[in-house]
């Protein structure tokens, strides 16, 4: 059974529950096959105001921090609540608020994604290719629809 997205037909992999973990009965699903590659990434030297217009214009609300096509960080919508309620502001622009990303490649499982996803607190994980150059993000819903 296929999945129909706003982007195309996703492939359903097939997966069985043992002991609580998911396990693959078929060719697994690929990054590639449910990422989203229309997403703006911001440099590091952008300011905050152009920062949170990104993070509210994206349904992933997290928008990758990129220096000369690769990934340096990563900036979601709760980075930015916590600076704005802050007492003292500290951060000007993307690179003073951005956290270390932890990426996918596009040959990454969508299990194995998940998994990953799941250690972490983001919902949008970015996706980069050999050599560390942005390629796109790929968020619980894309992970939740191809599983």
């Known amino acids: 059974m296929s999945a129909v997205t706003s982007r195309g037909v996703i492939p359903r992999q097939r997966v069985s529950r043992r002991h609580g973990q998911l396990t693959s009965r078929d060719t697994p699903v690929l990054v590639r096959d449910v990422m989203d590659t229309q997403v703006t990434p911001v440099r590091p030297d952008t300011p905050l105001t152009a920062v949170r217009a990104a993070v509210l214009a994206t349904w992933h609300r997290v928008v990758p921090v990129v220096d000369n096509g690769r990934l340096v960080g990563v900036v979601s919508a709760t980075d930015l609540l916590r600076e704005r309620v802050r007492s003292a502001t500290v951060a000007e622009t993307a690179a003073d608020l951005m956290n270390p990303?932890?990426?996918?490649?596009?040959?990454?499982?969508?299990?194995?994604?998940?998994?990953?996803?799941?250690?972490?607190?983001?919902?949008?994980l970015p996706v980069v290719h050999e050599g560390g150059t942005f390629a796109a993000m790929v968020s619980v819903e894309d992970l939740l629809q191809a599983l």
């Open 101 to 124: 990303p932890t990426a996918l490649t596009p040959h990454t499982t969508c299990v194995d994604a998940a998994r990953l996803m799941l250690t972490t607190t983001e919902t949008a």
